[in-house]
């Protein structure tokens, strides 16, 4: 179908970061940050009309050095934070900042598109989210459905939880958890829990997963050996509180009940490389996006452990309608899990995939070499979920 | 010559072979026409022409004719013949009756004499008879006398006659009286000495005629005795009954006696049958009493424990008696075939006996007597057939708790015969009782040990499986680092030196070999085993069940495919246990264990399976699992192993190669002056699996390339694309370039995929390994900033890879283009960009 197929876009730059505009609800927006050693970076503000199958680009300069990681405020359009390496006197030190975006660069990009590269505007720093004690931080998250008032930085093997005032523009740290036990531990990744009212964070270190509670800053569960090799990422089940998915270099994502830790609920291995990402999509938690460095990207249906175990019933009406090839062998037998599609438009490994905030069936992932690639979920299964 | 022709004439005419004077004395007309006949036959003869000729006709002129007309002939004469003719005739006619004359003169003569003395012979008997008239009447007047003497005696002998047959009916009488009144006394006597079937016998006669006369008081008085002692012997027998002290012989007379006193049938059939049960019942004690452990078998057991534990490991069943057989767990100090004997010589033999004599005393016995009509022959029955059944079964229960002690597989043939010799005997029983379920049950315990036997084995093969496993860990977890290092040493070359060095024969084909034969060796003789099920002179195995069912669902399905479906599971177990573990399995016994069920499928299960279905001819009627499926079972597990072991191998070198990248500061590193001695490591490394795959899977096809295609080819390609590209991505203009080369190069390559399937050759397995560390370099580099030195090493490094990593992989430009991406990655990684130059690289790589 012409309107399934892959949008891509191309940046100059190598790029890991990505993520979408949390608060925009209205727009399809993601914003990729670059990585270059020797040139600014940037910020890619990618604007994606769903109408006409086109992609708007804007350009911010984030000049201080390259984005490892970023992430946008869920209150405040205009607010994110990246997490970026800074080189000074040959040495790299690892930074997180929070920015605001320039107010009039939307206004610019739509008065004259093709000089936009050209002539970039630069973020505005609100804040530094670092102190003297902790740094190299590995990643920033917010709040989920929060104010924008609170964030958390995991820093080596540090989590810091932050209280952002006076509009961003002053951060001072609440309360601090750390990681303690042999050798030099340091924090690869992690995943503010929207549920249990936003108190509780998983994050990742080596092969083991724990679970923290932000009140106490105490450890509440922990998962050891939760993959054979270095754990990538995780992420929360939106819907169901105790569900969690988490990836890593044995080629495998996992599901984990966290009330029971001993045993994934299930297990994945699709990919044929290590795993780097993984996204529950925000509406239809069954949809299960993960990105990986074999350059591929795979959609699966987890609709077994998603909260809607039994799916909708199908109008056979509405399947015959799309001679789309998914259909056939799950239209009249119960769902089963299965991999929805795999994407192979990315040539090198792929770091990170998102769906988007204002549209549950549109996501985007990113290549190391800069290739940012839209897709929408097959339009056979969007009907069957929800119909 | 007349003489002789009459003498024939006479014999061919009456066929009488007596002489001529023996027929003298016959009666004279027969004679005389006997004579006449004679005479004719003469004349006949003298005159053949005529006399022959002429039939015995009416003719009137035939002269020998009984219708002879002397007339006619005389006028036929007169009118034929001429004169001379008639002279003849007449001389003829005259000798002829000349000769006639002669001889009726002769006969005349010849009778006159026995008339004579015929004569005399008449006047002597004359004489006699009158003399003997005489004799007859002096005789007759002698029998008058005698018979009227004998009636005078008879006559007075008359009364006394009747007086004496009086006399004895009154003595017969007497002295059935005389018994009678001796009757008490006779019983008491016999009661003393216990004669109680002459008792009995005594009670018999007389029980009819004391009921008769009853009324007479002294009768009464006597049966009433009788009645007393009766009873008190009845008491006495029942008590004997009761007791049991006594035989079954002893114990069927009781029953006997007392059903001949009249006792309740039914009542005497429980009895008996009680009497029995306790009998048997103290047999199965005794049984029971075998299964129970003994206090000091345990004791035993703990002084032998270390010797029965040696011999059961070495699995020698070394069987020498009963008190060290190779039971693992002996809880009876018997073992079966004496424990399964005795219960046959004890039990068995007894309830035979027992069935016997009941159906002699209350079946066969009762069919002929009038018992038959009360049905007492159906009632017993039925009383027999509960009192075996329940019997039966609760030895039933025991035997099989005895079987079920048997868990040692040491010795089978023990358990087969002692179940043979179980089953046989109680085909006895089906003699017996032809309807009884217990033969049956009996087949079915049979059955249930076989299948409990042969689960047994196979849990047995189980662990012998995971056994020799262990210690197949074992031989390569000692001389693993002698291993390594003999065959570092040898610089990568094949281990045909380094292995001698060694003390155990412990290399991978050998305990590959070793393995596979001892598993092997294990199967045959379990298969051996199991088929004493199945042997001729067993009498079960005739039976359907150990015909065809037992030989495809028992040995077939559920041992044979199922220890080799057990193998493949178990290797799969160690592909997904090992995975989150970190490695627990050395990566030897996967590569081992995939060559393993390699071979499986290509010949052993294959061989396994021929040699089940021959040995025990196995008719399939029920559906059997395929060669085929299990062949893709082994198939499979084979694969995963060898899959699981290049992502194991390829782990250790990634982590050796993401320790290094990691650990390091790549800006503020020195410049390089040598190769990283991680890089030699992994290099090393890749070398001895080099060797210990080669040792068990086969070369493999590579991609052809160049002859040689040594290092000198790499250093050209690889110098002149480095250098391109660099000139191309230090162009301050022209960001976009910078990954251009990369693009292009992957628009034409194939998508690499790094973990994926691997083929069952070294090639092919090495490829894996190499694919997964590269990778991993390559992304570890990716996460990292390097200075102009920190590119530098890594150029060095990857230029020492380069040399020494093509000769594993399949397509030598896998490694070209991974080594050139780890390369362009670091350059981009890299904040003063300064590459080295290859000559410099190339001699740096030379030194080592």
Redesign the interface.
């Given at each position: 179908m012409e309107d399934d197929a892959p949008v891509i876009y191309g940046l100059e730059f190598q790029a890991r970061a990505l993520t979408a505009q949390t608060a925009e609800t209205d727009a399809i927006r993601f914003l990729v940050g670059t990585q270059s050693l020797k040139f600014d970076n940037q910020i890619h503000i990618i604007d994606f009309d769903d109408e006409n199958n086109i992609i708007n680009k804007n350009v911010l300069l984030h000049q201080a050095g390259e984005i490892w990681h970023i992430g946008a405020s869920p209150a405040d359009k205009a607010v994110l934070t990246t997490c970026y390496n800074k080189t000074s006197d040959s040495r790299v030190v690892s930074c997180a900042a929070v920015w605001r975006m320039p107010s009039d660069w939307e206004t610019g990009s739509h008065e004259s598109p093709d000089d936009s590269a050209h002539n970039p505007q630069t973020l505005e720093l609100l804040c530094h989210l670092d102190d003297s004690a902790h740094s190299n931080a590995a990643c920033v998250l917010w709040e989920p459905m929060g104010d924008g008032k609170r964030v958390i930085s995991l820093a080596d093997n540090h989590a810091l939880l932050w209280d952002l005032q006076e509009s961003s523009t002053q951060a001072t740290v609440s309360s601090t958890a750390t990681l303690e036990g042999k050798g030099q531990l340091k924090f690869t990744s992690g995943k503010w829990s929207p549920h249990h009212n936003c108190s509780q964070l998983a994050t990742a270190n080596d092969t083991a997963i724990r679970g923290w509670d932000l009140r106490t800053m105490s450890q509440i569960y922990c998962i050891e050996n939760a993959h054979g090799q270095l754990v990538r990422d995780l992420d929360f089940n939106p819907n169901r509180q105790y569900y969690l998915a988490s990836c890593g270099d044995d080629c495998k994502v996992k599901f984990w009940d966290v009330r029971n830790v001993q045993e994934p609920v299930k297990s994945l291995e699709e990919h044929s490389h290590w795993v780097w990402s993984v996204r529950y999509n925000h509406s239809h938690d069954q949809l299960v996006l993960t990105a990986s460095s074999d350059s591929r990207l795979i959609l699966s249906n987890m609709v077994s452990i998603s909260s809607e175990p039994f799916g909708h019933l199908v109008d056979d009406e509405e399947l015959s309608e799309g001679e789309d090839n998914h259909q056939e062998d799950k239209s009249k037998e119960p769902l089963k899990d299965s991999v929805v599609s795999t994407y192979e438009e990315h040539e090198d490994s792929v770091y990170a995939a998102e769906w988007s905030s204002a549209d549950p069936w549109l996501f985007a992932s990113l290549s190391y070499d800069g290739r940012l690639v839209i897709n929408r979920v097959p339009r056979a299964l969007k009907y069957r979920i929800l119909l | 010559m007349g003489a002789h022709g009459l003498c024939c004439g006479r014999l061919f005419m009456d066929g009488e072979a007596v002489g001529s004077e023996a027929v003298s004395e016959d009666s004279g007309p027969g004679r005389r026409h006997r004579v006449h006949g004679m005479l004719k036959l003469y004349y006949g003869l003298n005159e053949e022409g005529k006399a022959e000729e002429q039939p015995e006709s009416l003719d009137p002129c035939d002269i020998n004719g009984p219708h002879f007309d002397p007339e006619l002939f005389l006028n036929k004469l007169r009118r034929e013949c001429s004169l001379a003719e008639l002279m003849d005739q007449e001389t003829c006619m005259v000798k002829q009756i000349r000769s006639l004359d002669s001889d009726m003169q002769t006969l005349v003569y010849e009778n006159y004499n026995k008339f004579i003395s015929a004569t005399d012979t008449i006047r002597k008997m004359k004489n006699d008879f009158k003399k003997m008239e005489d004799e007859m009447d002096c005789l007759s007047a002698n029998m008058a006398a005698i018979t009227e003497f004998s009636a005078r005696i008879s006559g007075t002998l008359q009364d006394q006659h009747a007086q004496i047959t009086k006399l004895s009916g009154v003595h017969t009488l007497l002295r059935k009286l005389q018994f009678l009144f001796e009757l008490p006394a006779r019983l008491n006597k016999c009661l003393e000495l216990q004669a109680y079937a002459q008792a009995v016998r005594s009670h018999r006669r007389a029980r009819c005629v004391l009921q008769q006369y009853s009324h007479l008081p002294s009768f009464k008085g006597i049966q009433d005795d009788c009645h007393a002692i009766m009873d008190k012997l009845a008491q006495e027998l029942r008590q004997k009954f009761r007791d049991g002290g006594s035989s079954a012989k002893d114990l069927s007379e009781c029953v006997e006696l007392l059903l001949q006193l009249d006792e309740p049938a039914e009542e005497l059939c429980d009895k008996f049958l009680s009497h029995a049960q306790s009998r048997l019942e103290s047999d199965l004690q005794g049984l029971e009493a075998e299964i129970r452990p003994y206090p000091s078998a345990s004791a035993m057991k703990d002084a032998s424990g270390h010797r029965l534990s040696s011999t059961a490991a070495a699995g020698s069943p070394t069987y020498n008696s009963p008190k060290t057989s190779t039971i693992p767990s002996p809880t009876s100090n018997t073992d079966i075939l004496e424990f399964i004997d005795r219960g046959c010589n004890e039990f068995v033999s007894s309830l035979c006996l027992v069935i016997t004599s009941y159906q002699e005393l209350f079946i066969n016995h009762a069919q002929k007597g009038e018992l038959a009509s009360k049905n007492i022959p159906q009632m017993a029955n039925g009383k027999l057939n509960a009192f075996v059944d329940d019997l039966a079964a609760r030895y039933f229960s025991l035997v099989e708790r005895r079987i079920q002690e048997e868990k040692g597989v040491a010795d089978n043939s023990l358990l087969v015969r002692a179940l043979d010799r179980f089953h046989r005997r109680l085909q006895a029983v089906t003699k017996l009782l032809p309807g009884s379920a217990v033969p049956n049950q009996g087949t079915e315990i049979v059955i249930r040990a076989a299948t409990e036997r042969v689960k047994q084995y196979l849990s047995a093969l189980q662990s012998f499986y995971m056994d020799s496993l262990t210690d197949v860990r074992q031989a390569l977890a000692t001389p693993r680092l002698s291993v390594a290092s003999a065959s570092v040493a040898g610089g990568g070359a094949h281990l045909g030196g380094p292995a001698s060095g060694r003390d155990a024969p412990n290399s991978l084909p050998e305990l590959l070999s070793s393995l596979s034969a001892s598993i092997l060796n294990q199967i045959k003789s379990v298969l051996a085993s199991v088929h004493l099920f199945t042997a001729k002179d067993i009498t079960f195995s005739n039976k359907p069940y150990f015909k065809g069912e037992f030989c495809s669902q028992g040995v077939r399905e559920s041992l044979v495919v199922s220890f080799i479906k057990f193998v493949c599971q178990s290797s799969r177990q160690f592909c997904e246990s090992a995975?989150?573990?970190?490695g627990s399995t050395p990566p030897a016994l996967l590569l081992l264990l995939s060559r393993l069920c390699l071979d499986y499928e290509t010949s052993t299960i294959s061989y396994i399976l021929t040699l089940t279905d021959e040995q025990f001819l196995v008719q399939h009627h029920s559906p059997v699992t395929p060669v085929t499926t299990l062949c893709a079972e082994a198939r499979e597990a084979a694969q995963k192993l060898l899959n699981h072991y290049v992502k194991v191998q390829g782990?250790i070198i990634s982590q050796m190669l993401r320790k290094s990248v990691e650990t390091r500061d790549w800006?503020?590193t020195i410049e390089p002056r040598n190769v990283r001695a991680v890089m030699k490591r992994v290099v090393e490394d890749t070398t001895s699996i080099d060797v210990q795959v080669g040792l068990l899977y086969e070369e493999g096809v590579r991609k052809a390339h160049s002859s040689d295609s040594s290092k000198r080819t790499f250093s050209v390609y690889s110098s002149s694309r480095q250098q391109a590209r660099y000139a191309a991505s230090y162009t301050?203009s022209a960001?976009?370039d910078?990954?251009l080369l990369?693009?292009i190069h992957?628009?034409f390559s194939e998508?690499i995929?790094?973990?994926?399937s691997v083929e069952f050759n070294k090639v092919s397995v090495m490829t894996g390994i190499i694919k997964i560390s590269l990778?991993t370099f390559l992304?570890c580099v990716?996460l990292r900033?390097f200075?102009r030195y920190g590119l530098q090493q890594i150029q060095v490094d990857c230029h020492y890879l380069q040399m020494y990593l093509w000769r594993f992989v399949s397509d030598e430009n896998l490694v070209h283009f991974m080594l050139d991406e780890i390369v362009g990655s670091s350059a981009?990684?890299?904040?003063d960009p300064a590459p080295m130059e290859q000559s410099v690289i190339e001699v740096i790589c030379e030194r080592g």
């Amino acid at each position: 179908m012409e309107d399934d197929a892959p949008v891509i876009y191309g940046l100059e730059f190598q790029a890991r970061a990505l993520t979408a505009q949390t608060a925009e609800t209205d727009a399809i927006r993601f914003l990729v940050g670059t990585q270059s050693l020797k040139f600014d970076n940037q910020i890619h503000i990618i604007d994606f009309d769903d109408e006409n199958n086109i992609i708007n680009k804007n350009v911010l300069l984030h000049q201080a050095g390259e984005i490892w990681h970023i992430g946008a405020s869920p209150a405040d359009k205009a607010v994110l934070t990246t997490c970026y390496n800074k080189t000074s006197d040959s040495r790299v030190v690892s930074c997180a900042a929070v920015w605001r975006m320039p107010s009039d660069w939307e206004t610019g990009s739509h008065e004259s598109p093709d000089d936009s590269a050209h002539n970039p505007q630069t973020l505005e720093l609100l804040c530094h989210l670092d102190d003297s004690a902790h740094s190299n931080a590995a990643c920033v998250l917010w709040e989920p459905m929060g104010d924008g008032k609170r964030v958390i930085s995991l820093a080596d093997n540090h989590a810091l939880l932050w209280d952002l005032q006076e509009s961003s523009t002053q951060a001072t740290v609440s309360s601090t958890a750390t990681l303690e036990g042999k050798g030099q531990l340091k924090f690869t990744s992690g995943k503010w829990s929207p549920h249990h009212n936003c108190s509780q964070l998983a994050t990742a270190n080596d092969t083991a997963i724990r679970g923290w509670d932000l009140r106490t800053m105490s450890q509440i569960y922990c998962i050891e050996n939760a993959h054979g090799q270095l754990v990538r990422d995780l992420d929360f089940n939106p819907n169901r509180q105790y569900y969690l998915a988490s990836c890593g270099d044995d080629c495998k994502v996992k599901f984990w009940d966290v009330r029971n830790v001993q045993e994934p609920v299930k297990s994945l291995e699709e990919h044929s490389h290590w795993v780097w990402s993984v996204r529950y999509n925000h509406s239809h938690d069954q949809l299960v996006l993960t990105a990986s460095s074999d350059s591929r990207l795979i959609l699966s249906n987890m609709v077994s452990i998603s909260s809607e175990p039994f799916g909708h019933l199908v109008d056979d009406e509405e399947l015959s309608e799309g001679e789309d090839n998914h259909q056939e062998d799950k239209s009249k037998e119960p769902l089963k899990d299965s991999v929805v599609s795999t994407y192979e438009e990315h040539e090198d490994s792929v770091y990170a995939a998102e769906w988007s905030s204002a549209d549950p069936w549109l996501f985007a992932s990113l290549s190391y070499d800069g290739r940012l690639v839209i897709n929408r979920v097959p339009r056979a299964l969007k009907y069957r979920i929800l119909l | 010559m007349g003489a002789h022709g009459l003498c024939c004439g006479r014999l061919f005419m009456d066929g009488e072979a007596v002489g001529s004077e023996a027929v003298s004395e016959d009666s004279g007309p027969g004679r005389r026409h006997r004579v006449h006949g004679m005479l004719k036959l003469y004349y006949g003869l003298n005159e053949e022409g005529k006399a022959e000729e002429q039939p015995e006709s009416l003719d009137p002129c035939d002269i020998n004719g009984p219708h002879f007309d002397p007339e006619l002939f005389l006028n036929k004469l007169r009118r034929e013949c001429s004169l001379a003719e008639l002279m003849d005739q007449e001389t003829c006619m005259v000798k002829q009756i000349r000769s006639l004359d002669s001889d009726m003169q002769t006969l005349v003569y010849e009778n006159y004499n026995k008339f004579i003395s015929a004569t005399d012979t008449i006047r002597k008997m004359k004489n006699d008879f009158k003399k003997m008239e005489d004799e007859m009447d002096c005789l007759s007047a002698n029998m008058a006398a005698i018979t009227e003497f004998s009636a005078r005696i008879s006559g007075t002998l008359q009364d006394q006659h009747a007086q004496i047959t009086k006399l004895s009916g009154v003595h017969t009488l007497l002295r059935k009286l005389q018994f009678l009144f001796e009757l008490p006394a006779r019983l008491n006597k016999c009661l003393e000495l216990q004669a109680y079937a002459q008792a009995v016998r005594s009670h018999r006669r007389a029980r009819c005629v004391l009921q008769q006369y009853s009324h007479l008081p002294s009768f009464k008085g006597i049966q009433d005795d009788c009645h007393a002692i009766m009873d008190k012997l009845a008491q006495e027998l029942r008590q004997k009954f009761r007791d049991g002290g006594s035989s079954a012989k002893d114990l069927s007379e009781c029953v006997e006696l007392l059903l001949q006193l009249d006792e309740p049938a039914e009542e005497l059939c429980d009895k008996f049958l009680s009497h029995a049960q306790s009998r048997l019942e103290s047999d199965l004690q005794g049984l029971e009493a075998e299964i129970r452990p003994y206090p000091s078998a345990s004791a035993m057991k703990d002084a032998s424990g270390h010797r029965l534990s040696s011999t059961a490991a070495a699995g020698s069943p070394t069987y020498n008696s009963p008190k060290t057989s190779t039971i693992p767990s002996p809880t009876s100090n018997t073992d079966i075939l004496e424990f399964i004997d005795r219960g046959c010589n004890e039990f068995v033999s007894s309830l035979c006996l027992v069935i016997t004599s009941y159906q002699e005393l209350f079946i066969n016995h009762a069919q002929k007597g009038e018992l038959a009509s009360k049905n007492i022959p159906q009632m017993a029955n039925g009383k027999l057939n509960a009192f075996v059944d329940d019997l039966a079964a609760r030895y039933f229960s025991l035997v099989e708790r005895r079987i079920q002690e048997e868990k040692g597989v040491a010795d089978n043939s023990l358990l087969v015969r002692a179940l043979d010799r179980f089953h046989r005997r109680l085909q006895a029983v089906t003699k017996l009782l032809p309807g009884s379920a217990v033969p049956n049950q009996g087949t079915e315990i049979v059955i249930r040990a076989a299948t409990e036997r042969v689960k047994q084995y196979l849990s047995a093969l189980q662990s012998f499986y995971m056994d020799s496993l262990t210690d197949v860990r074992q031989a390569l977890a000692t001389p693993r680092l002698s291993v390594a290092s003999a065959s570092v040493a040898g610089g990568g070359a094949h281990l045909g030196g380094p292995a001698s060095g060694r003390d155990a024969p412990n290399s991978l084909p050998e305990l590959l070999s070793s393995l596979s034969a001892s598993i092997l060796n294990q199967i045959k003789s379990v298969l051996a085993s199991v088929h004493l099920f199945t042997a001729k002179d067993i009498t079960f195995s005739n039976k359907p069940y150990f015909k065809g069912e037992f030989c495809s669902q028992g040995v077939r399905e559920s041992l044979v495919v199922s220890f080799i479906k057990f193998v493949c599971q178990s290797s799969r177990q160690f592909c997904e246990s090992a995975g989150d573990k970190g490695g627990s399995t050395p990566p030897a016994l996967l590569l081992l264990l995939s060559r393993l069920c390699l071979d499986y499928e290509t010949s052993t299960i294959s061989y396994i399976l021929t040699l089940t279905d021959e040995q025990f001819l196995v008719q399939h009627h029920s559906p059997v699992t395929p060669v085929t499926t299990l062949c893709a079972e082994a198939r499979e597990a084979a694969q995963k192993l060898l899959n699981h072991y290049v992502k194991v191998q390829g782990l250790i070198i990634s982590q050796m190669l993401r320790k290094s990248v990691e650990t390091r500061d790549w800006v503020n590193t020195i410049e390089p002056r040598n190769v990283r001695a991680v890089m030699k490591r992994v290099v090393e490394d890749t070398t001895s699996i080099d060797v210990q795959v080669g040792l068990l899977y086969e070369e493999g096809v590579r991609k052809a390339h160049s002859s040689d295609s040594s290092k000198r080819t790499f250093s050209v390609y690889s110098s002149s694309r480095q250098q391109a590209r660099y000139a191309a991505s230090y162009t301050p203009s022209a960001p976009m370039d910078t990954n251009l080369l990369s693009n292009i190069h992957k628009l034409f390559s194939e998508r690499i995929d790094i973990f994926s399937s691997v083929e069952f050759n070294k090639v092919s397995v090495m490829t894996g390994i190499i694919k997964i560390s590269l990778k991993t370099f390559l992304e570890c580099v990716r996460l990292r900033t390097f200075g102009r030195y920190g590119l530098q090493q890594i150029q060095v490094d990857c230029h020492y890879l380069q040399m020494y990593l093509w000769r594993f992989v399949s397509d030598e430009n896998l490694v070209h283009f991974m080594l050139d991406e780890i390369v362009g990655s670091s350059a981009h990684r890299c904040l003063d960009p300064a590459p080295m130059e290859q000559s410099v690289i190339e001699v740096i790589c030379e030194r080592g």
